[in-house]
T-cell receptor
Framework: GAVVSQHPSWVICKSGTSVKIECRSLDFQATTMFWYRQFPKQSLMLMATSNEGSKATYEQGVEKDKFLINHASLTLSTLTVTSAHPEDSSFYIC??????????????FGEGSRLTVL | QKEVEQNSGPLSVPEGAIASLNCTYSDRGSQSFFWYRQYSGKSPELIMSIYSNGDKEDGRFTAQLNKASQYVSLLIRDSQPSDSATYLCAVNIGYKLSFGAGTTVTVRA
């Protein structure tokens, strides 16, 4: 299947600092990538849809100025958590659809990035 | 009403038994349905996709879809300890993939 790589896999930062997470599609081009957040023992919640060359689409309740998304190329999307606070501590997972996938609508997930804000 | 709902867990089954997972969804227009498996601390991985009413079998896994009832299920036959994980039902609603809360399955050796 298609490969989506995410980096870093875990990060610890101090409150008030910013953290950038990268998501790359390694063997396909992704015009759209999706960023999810998962709190412990909860399901994946879609935060935003990242569109190559244009602004991201944010879900209701997600602050666009806090979670900056940049999708500068067909294989790279970045999520920057600005002025992070302890409540932002979570598991952030990116995903993308491979146009060549035999399963219509299937999402391929990155490994996830666990953010801990002290 | 939540977009995707799963039967509450956790579900504990003995090794070799059948684990049955259920899911309902709200959007009658949805056409694509998926079951993902997620191990603790890891990202989800696709187990099954189903698009048409009826059953779809892949090894020990069988997905069942009933669009009239807006219902999707997953059966795991001959459950193994390695099947212990959280299973997420996912439904395409528009361009988005919406997930249920997940059902945690524990297979007892």
């Amino acid at each position: 299947g298609a490969v989506v790589s995410q980096h870093p896999s875990w990060v610890i930062c101090k409150s008030g600092t910013s953290v950038k997470i990268e998501c790359r599609s390694l063997d396909f081009q992704a015009t759209t990538m999706f960023w999810y957040r998962q709190f412990p023992k909860q399901s994946l919640m879609l935060m935003a849809t990242s569109n190559e060359g244009s602004k991201a689409t944010y879900e209701q309740g997600v602050e666009k100025d806090k979670f900056l998304i940049n999708h500068a190329s067909l294989t790279l999307s970045t999520l920057t958590v600005t002025s992070a606070h302890p409540e932002d501590s979570s598991f952030y997972i990116c995903s993308a659809r491979d146009p060549g996938s035999k399963n219509t609508g299937e999402l391929f997930f990155g490994e996830g990035s666990r953010l801990t804000v002290l | 009403q939540k977009e995707v709902e799963q039967n509450s867990g956790p579900l504990s089954v003995p090794e070799g038994a059948i684990a049955s997972l259920n899911c309902t969804y709200s959007d009658r227009g949805s056409q694509s349905f998926f079951w993902y498996r997620q191990y603790s601390g890891k990202s989800p991985e696709l187990i099954m996709s189903i698009y048409s009413n009826g059953d779809k079998e892949d090894g020990r896994f069988t997905a069942q879809l009933n669009k009239a009832s807006q219902y999707v299920s997953l059966l795991i036959r001959d459950s193994q300890p390695s099947d212990s994980a959280t299973y997420l039902c996912a439904v395409n609603i528009g361009y988005k993939l919406s997930f249920g809360a997940g059902t945690t399955v524990t297979v007892r050796a």
